[in-house]
T-cell receptor
Framework: AQSVAQPEDQVNVAEGNPLTVKCTYS??????LFWYVQYPNRGLQFLLK??????LVKGSYGFEAEFNKSQTSFHLKKPSALVSDSALYFC?????????????FGTGTRLQVFP | GAGVSQSPRYKVAKRGQDVALRCDPI?????LFWYQQALGQGPEFLTY????????KSGLPSDRFFAERPEGSVSTLKIQRTQQEDSAVYLC????????????FGEGSRLTVL
């Protein structure tokens, strides 16, 4: 079965510093991987996806993610964190069959950016 | 509308009551999903529609849960004889076609069963 794991419940980082939110995956076949963000009292918002191609994927709000097949990881990164990036981040993997958008989500990582 | 709309935003039910949660997806979106998000957890898949057809209901936790999308647009998630363990946020999401990879989520309906 497809699954993703987010090993950190919370990540704290100072504003202006680089941030990384970790995600590892377990899939059969080629992975289709996603990052979503959830701001307080808001719906989840799509950030970026990896389907195929370049291992470094760029997304919304300056975020990017690096797909690493050998480490089965898809970590979310940003070079310089903003206080407004503070939110709940979810990694997700598409569940087969691949002709649907059914996603399996991780448990989430809370990012706290301090001024 | 501009986004996915869900109602009610908050619902308090007594154990044993039936509830109905509504989702109005983005106009023209073919796919519609329902997810359940318990406190401190990630969203858990419940069911999926492609237009009016319910193609996957493998995530519905019991036969007390029922979803429909009769005209391929608005969807309703119904929970019969609610139990305390049904307390959660119920999220609706839609996508333009069946495999864009990008879901648009509503703000959710928070159900509290007393």
């Amino acid at each position: 079965a497809q699954s993703v794991a987010q090993p950190e419940d919370q990540v704290n980082v100072a504003e202006g510093n680089p941030l990384t939110v970790k995600c590892t995956y377990s899939v059969s076949g080629n992975p289709y991987l996603f990052w979503y963000v959830q701001y307080p009292n808001r719906g989840l918002q799509f950030l970026l996806k990896y389907i195929t191609g370049d291992n470094l994927v760029k997304g919304s709000y300056g975020f990017e993610a690096e797909f690493n097949k050998s480490q089965t990881s898809f970590h979310l990164k940003k070079p310089s964190a903003l206080v407004s990036d503070s939110a709940l981040y979810f990694c997700a993997v598409r569940d087969p069959p691949y002709n649907t958008d059914k996603l399996i989500f991780g448990t989430g990582t809370r990012l706290q950016v301090f001024p | 509308g501009a986004g996915v709309s869900q109602s009610p935003r908050y619902k308090v039910a007594k154990r044993g009551q039936d509830v109905a949660l509504r989702c109005d997806p983005i106009s023209g979106h073919v796919s519609l999903f329902w997810y359940q998000q318990a406190l401190g957890q990630g969203p858990e898949f419940l069911t999926y529609f492609q237009n009016e057809a319910q193609l996957d209901k493998s995530g519905l936790p019991s036969d007390r849960f029922f979803a429909e999308r009769p005209e391929g647009s608005v969807s309703t998630l119904k929970i019969q004889r609610t139990q305390q363990e049904d307390s959660a946020v119920y999220l609706c999401a839609s996508s333009l076609t069946e495999n864009t990879g990008e879901l648009f989520f509503g703000e959710g309906s928070r159900l509290t069963v007393l």
